[in-house]
């Protein structure tokens, strides 16, 4: 592309999301997807909204921190393998 600058991102780049977390985490990308995700454990509904902590204990990321999102909606999620979950 003439003219163009382009960035070029790796298979893991550092980035931050600043509605979460002040810190920047590694994260795996992946150029065909369609959607994005984040790897959560200890999900749950509660009246005031979805509760989950970012990352699962065996991540070097992991903070243990309880995170609320009051508005939020579900899909199903297919595997590269077909299966729905």
Do not use: C
């Amino acid at each position: 592309m003439i003219g163009k600058t382009m960035t070029h991102v790796g298979r893991v780049e550092n980035i931050k999301l600043p509605d979460i977390s002040s810190d920047r985490i590694k994260a795996r990308i992946d150029t065909g997807a369609t959607i994005s995700s984040l790897w959560a454990s200890d999900i749950h509904a509660k009246n005031d909204g979805l509760h989950f902590k970012l990352f699962g204990k065996t991540s070097p990321s992991y903070t243990g921190e309880d995170l609320v999102f009051p508005e939020y909606s579900t899909r199903l999620v297919r595997s590269s393998n077909g299966q729905e979950e």
